[in-house]
């Protein structure tokens, strides 16, 4: 049994031996056997300053070497010097960076009175730390298909689509051995009109990374381009929906948080007390809520559960992103060519906005388009009015982003009260010293569901739904401007069987961008 792990927007087809599951690709899968594998979860990272975007997929492929391929709509045509593989640890770090976390604090003595110094007054509170090229057009003129570029990066080898018809790509892609679904043209056209190109990714198995326990491991995916939209290519994914299926989204931004600009946005409720019993099971607590949240949203948002510096945390589940990890995401490109851009600051610190959502067919209807949203703060051990912590989003009052999706232990004091007028409530680590690091909610699209009531481990009320911005009427897609177009040549594609451009990857998780295929075996 295969498994494919978090990231890809894809449309996938293929050949398999036996039914498999995955993780992974917003896309449509089957074998040579036309069974479905089916999609759960797709993470994708991008980061934005002006035009430029640099998109990142995860690709974790757990099972047997076999062949698959995967199409991505694009904007432009891209080149071997825009696409790039990428260590598998920096989305790890991302994720657990953003996860939500569960805390636990220790209420102090309610007698205790910090010392006084003489001159000085109260003591003061420390701050806490915040711990290649193609040789020639290749052309199919009566399907309306050319091949704009082909190249290998890693384990990969990758051609780029352009198309002046759905049906013509869809022929294409059938008769070069892809087992596209028939009718994937209707998902097909309106990238077609909008004049996108279709990046195809097939594996050569051989030069994929072997597990220690068998199969292989793919290396995530990584390429930029100038585009005037800001959007994530989504309605190719919408083949594979069968069921709910999860998309987390990280947007990496010089100095913005972001939202989505065509969808409802709406804040996971946070800062809620929960059960010491919630230690056990915090990812299905987690679960249930943000399902919840969904639910008081319409089932149609877009759901806030973090926005804050890359380069701080508090409290720090894991490390923040150290510089090395911002190149690897992207930074060693965004501003590439643009006078007075500083790279090494943007290097060192970025705002990170992670978005949620769980669709299906009926609430993920159109490619997400995103657009930069006032600062906001929440999440932290900030009391507010009657010494009660705040919960859910607030407009930041210095302009920096501070939200996360935080919830805690409390163990009351129970220790014997010497004195006439106790101060309770002042939380902080327990009496013996070692606090527990905060947990981290992972993998949120494998979690139990429908078997857990928020009552029964949720002790704060949970206030009514935060809501960001009021989304406009879609606007109108611009057209990107066209790639100079390459220089004339090269072979004409033949459509007899004899020549197929064949299509291998081993498995791939990119966004629901796109469509993930397994090519079919010759007969």
């Not at 711990?131 to 290998?152: K, T, Y």
């Not at 943000?290 to 149609?300: P, V």
């Not at 859910?392 to 014997?416: M, S």
Request: with cysteine; hydrophobic share 40%.
């Amino acid at each position: 049994m295969s498994r494919l792990v978090p990231a890809a927007f894809a449309l996938a087809l293929g050949l398999a031996a036996a039914p498999a599951t995955t993780r992974a690709f917003c896309g449509f899968y089957v074998s040579d056997a036309n069974q479905a594998l089916v999609n759960k979860a797709t993470r994708v990272a991008l980061m934005r300053d002006g035009t430029r975007t640099v998109l990142s997929m995860s690709n974790d492929y757990d099972g047997p070497a076999q062949d698959f391929a995967m199409v991505v709509p694009v904007p432009v045509v891209l080149q071997r010097e825009n696409v790039h593989t990428l260590p598998q640890e920096v989305f790890t770090h991302l994720e657990s960076l953003t996860a939500p976390r569960l805390v636990e604090y220790w209420e102090q003595d309610p007698c205790y009175q910090p010392p006084r110094y003489r001159g000085h007054g109260m003591m003061r509170r420390a701050p806490m730390r915040t711990s290649a090229p193609v040789q020639g057009v290749a052309e199919d003129r009566d399907l309306g298909v050319r091949i704009e570029a082909r190249f290998s990066v890693g384990e990969y080898d990758v051609l780029v689509l352009s198309a002046t018809q759905s049906s013509g790509l869809e022929t294409w892609l059938h008769q070069n051995r892809y087992n596209v679904p028939q009718g994937a043209a209707e998902y097909l056209a309106p990238y077609v009109r909008e004049q996108w190109k279709f990046f195809v990714a097939k594996v050569d198995i051989e030069r994929a990374a072997r597990r220690p326990s068998g199969g292989v491991r793919l290396s995530p995916l990584r390429f930029h381009y100038d585009a005037p939209d800001f959007r994530l290519p989504v309605r190719l994914g919408l083949m594979n929906a069968n069921g709910a299926q999860d998309l987390v989204v990280y947007v990496l931004h010089p100095t913005s948080r972001f939202e989505a600009a065509n969808y409802a946005n709406v804040f996971i409720p946070t800062n809620l007390d929960v059960a010491n019993s919630a230690r056990r099971s915090f990812g299905e607590l987690y679960a249930r809520l943000f399902d919840y949240t969904m639910e008081q949203a319409g089932n149609r948002a877009l759901v806030t559960e973090y926005s804050w510096s890359t380069s701080s945390c508090d409290p720090c589940p894991t490390p923040p992103l150290a510089q090395s990890e911002l190149a690897v995401l992207g930074a060693d490109v965004l501003g590439q060519g643009r006078p007075g851009f500083d790279e090494s600051y943007h290097v060192y610190n970025m705002t990170v906005t992670r978005l949620h959502t769980r669709y299906d067919r009926a609430t993920l209807t159109e490619d997400i388009v995103f657009r930069e949203a006032p600062p906001i703060s929440g999440g932290r051990e900030t009391p507010g009015a009657n010494n009660r912590i705040e919960q859910g989003a607030r407009p930041a009052q210095y302009g920096g982003n501070n939200f996360q999706a935080r919830y805690a232990i409390r163990h009351p004091w129970t220790g014997v009260v010497r004195c006439a007028n106790p101060v309770r409530g002042r939380w902080g680590g327990p009496p013996n010293g070692a606090a527990p690091p905060p947990a981290a909610a992972r993998d949120l699209a494998d979690a139990p569901r429908g078997r857990l009531r928020l009552a029964s481990y949720v002790r704060s009320p949970i206030p009514a739904l935060s809501r960001g911005s009021t989304p406009p009427p879609p606007p109108p897609v611009v057209a990107p401007t066209p790639a100079p177009t390459p220089t004339p040549g090269g072979r004409v594609i033949q459509k007899t069987s004899a020549t197929p451009e064949r299509a291998s990857l081993g498995a791939l998780l990119l966004l629901a961008v796109g469509l993930i295929v397994r090519p079919r075996t010759k007969r």
